[in-house]
């Protein structure tokens, strides 16, 4: 698991070169982009989530493309459409800007829940369909998108089948008084972002990818993670709880955090610190809980300790 380590800690050090103590945060955007998953930047304007996902795509040597969300974006705008070409007589394809190796949705919940909906394809069967074609996106791919909270006046609720889509939900939150200091040198000048250089070749990430599966998950940590999300279903303040996409999470993330720190075995810990990422925003809330505002990353905590982790062989 050396070499996913040393892709991993490469990645992690250079984004911190623009987004400023925040280790954990770009650490879950990492893992999502080794698991090839796709990852839910959540926070309130100006605590650096755009950044975070230009300064990861240029980390990596990948095609990047940057969606900006808005009311009145309409799917094609997102998957491409077809044009009649009136000297061939055919039509022609003009790719939208899903089809990049690195996506930036910028402020997904502006857009209409049809707009959203034109990304579900794209993101869990890696393809679009325009005109009844359908055409693979590149690979490697993966959706980063940034959604500033609900509560804020002009936005739109992501729909709970989208929100499954993504494998983690990352918050960035404010930085320390120190850091923000740090900030504001950095940037007196230019911006760190624009002398930010690559550090992982694509086939390096593709083999990374790879790699990491083959970390050991044992029968023992395989049926706590089970435990764990059958638990969100059975919550008494929980409408719906996490989809088996929700356990897949859990062992795939799993995996990356043990390889990341240069395991090759899932140790219990590493299910714990992925949990409240990978499963928080899988919950719909009863209506009870709703109007008591209670968030569904205490719940994930409750049932965090109330089931009982393995405490034998984790290899």
Do not use: W
């Not at 940590?221 to 897949?248: F, M, Q």
């Amino acid at each position: 698991m050396t070499a996913v380590r040393t892709l991993a800690e490469g990645l992690i050090s250079n984004v911190e070169k623009v987004i400023v103590g925040k280790t954990e945060s770009i650490r879950l955007v990492v893992i999502g982009l080794i698991c090839q998953g796709h990852v839910l930047i959540e926070d309130v304007p100006g605590t650096g989530k755009t950044m975070l996902a230009k300064s990861l795509a240029r980390s990596v040597g990948c095609s990047f493309n940057r969606i900006q969300f808005t009311p009145d974006m309409l799917p094609s705008d997102v998957t491409g459409v077809s044009i009649f070409n009136q000297k061939t007589g055919e039509f022609e394809y003009r790719p939208g800007p899903i089809m990049a190796q690195v996506v930036l949705t910028d402020e997904i919940n502006r857009a209409t829940p049809k707009t959203q909906a034109a990304l579900l394809e794209a993101m869990e069967e890696r393809q679009v369909t325009v005109d009844g074609v359908t055409r693979r996106v590149p690979d490697p791919f993966i959706v980063l998108a940034t959604q500033n909270p609900i509560e804020y006046e002009g936005t739109f609720p992501l729909p709970e089948a989208q929100l499954d889509r993504f494998m983690l939900r990352v918050n960035i939150g404010y930085p320390t008084l120190q850091d923000e200091i740090r900030v504001m040198e950095q940037q007196q000048i230019a911006h760190p972002i624009e002398s930010l250089e690559r550090v992982v070749a694509v086939e390096d990430l593709l083999a990374g990818q790879k790699e990491v599966r083959r970390v050991k998950v044992s029968a023992e940590i395989k049926n706590y993670i089970v435990r764990l999300v059958d638990a969100t279903r059975r919550h008494g303040e929980v409408y719906l709880g996490s989809s088996p996409r929700g356990s897949l999470t859990l062992f795939r993330t799993g995996q990356a955090r043990a390889a990341i720190l240069g395991r090759d075995y899932v140790a219990p810990d590493d299910i714990k610190a992925m949990a409240m990422p990978a499963l928080a925003h899988r919950l719909i809330l009863g209506p009870a809980a709703r109007s008591r505002e209670v968030d569904s990353r205490e719940i994930i905590r409750e049932i965090l300790a109330a089931v009982p982790a393995p405490g034998g062989e984790t290899s």
